[in-house]
């Protein structure tokens, strides 16, 4: 189990979540991220910073998630980021080192998601280009996806390694 101090709380209530809320943690599925911003917005304050963490293409219209932002959320994209990287929750939750980045067009944006987010044991790297990040996630999935049939076909270290490395270098 997982056990939250005390200044954190759950909820299933969207409305309690997103009231005067500074952030927004957005871990959704990339296919239900558009539905997700249709039914909200009106929850969603223009001072509030979205935090995608989703990966991936909304198949239905070929767009990156930012562009979903865009469309529901004009003129605010500088209050949107993308965090990208290898990052699994359990490892997090148990302290293991991670290095993650987290892109937007607004760097007193990305100023406050590294406050609020990266820790000793979660290092945010930054960066502007939050197309290329998010386009990298994307990608990022097919090399994982080789290494998996990789490993399912019996091979060792040395086939996934070469796999990544292609994969990247492609």
Do not use: W
Request: hydrophobic share 40%.
């Amino acid at each position: 189990g997982v056990t939250f101090t005390a200044n954190v709380s759950a909820t299933t209530e969207a409305a309690v979540a997103l009231n005067n809320a500074d952030a927004v943690l957005l871990c959704t599925p990339t296919q239900a991220v558009p539905d997700f911003f249709e039914t909200h917005k009106a929850l969603i304050e223009p001072k509030t910073v979205i935090l995608n963490t989703t990966k991936g293409m909304i198949v239905k219209t070929g767009k990156l998630v930012h562009e979903a932002h865009e469309e529901n959320f004009p003129g605010r994209l500088d209050r949107y980021a993308a965090l990208s990287g290898p990052s699994f929750a359990d490892e997090t939750y148990k302290r293991m080192p991670t290095l993650v980045t987290i892109a937007s067009t607004s760097n007193s944006t990305l100023d406050f998601l590294q406050e609020l987010v990266c820790c000793s044991h979660f290092k945010c790297y930054t960066s502007n280009d939050l197309k290329g990040v998010e386009l990298s996630g994307c990608l990022s999935r097919v090399i994982t996806m080789g290494a998996g049939f990789v490993v399912g076909l019996g091979y060792g270290p040395n086939s996934i390694a070469g796999v990544i490395t292609r994969g990247i270098h492609e």
